[in-house]
């Protein structure tokens, strides 16, 4: 098992940056993928970026794409997502998840596919 925990989160103004950090622990020389995913009042949660944790490849979502980036520290298994020119509908709960069994070798977004949560960071963009 994985133990991820999120940090970073908080309440800015439309426009502004936020760097979001996970930290994994336990069986992180397990891990297949690394993904961030949200999940905002009264929604499912979705796919936000994702990285192989080789750090081969990385993935975003189109609504994030140009905007986001998803980075790995290698010596401490630390996961960020450094998230640029944040709009109010970004304002979500956001989570960190580790995917142990290449679930996701076929597709990155799904989050069935990956084993192990963090509890999440709330993030909130004001208008």
């Known amino acids: 098992q994985v133990q991820l925990v999120e940090s970073g989160g908080g309440l800015v103004q439309a426009g502004d940056s936020l760097r979001l950090s996970c930290v994994a622990s336990?069986?992180?020389?397990?891990?297949?993928?690394v993904g961030w995913f949200r999940q905002a009042p009264g929604k499912e949660r979705d796919f936000v970026a994702a990285?192989?944790?080789?750090?081969?490849?990385?993935y975003y979502s189109d609504s994030v794409k140009g905007r986001f980036t998803i980075s790995r520290e290698y010596a401490d298994n630390t996961v960020y997502l450094q998230m640029n020119s944040l709009k109010p509908e970004n304002t979500a709960v956001y989570y960190c998840?580790?995917?142990?069994?290449?679930?996701?070798?076929?597709?990155?977004?799904?989050?069935?596919?990956?084993?192990?949560w963090g509890q999440g960071t709330q993030v909130t963009v004001s208008s």
């Open positions: 998840a580790a995917d142990r069994h290449r679930a996701s070798v076929g597709y990155y977004g799904s989050a069935a596919d990956y084993d192990d």
């Open positions: 990285m192989r944790w080789s750090g081969s490849s990385t």
């Open positions: 336990g069986r992180a020389f397990d891990i297949f993928t």
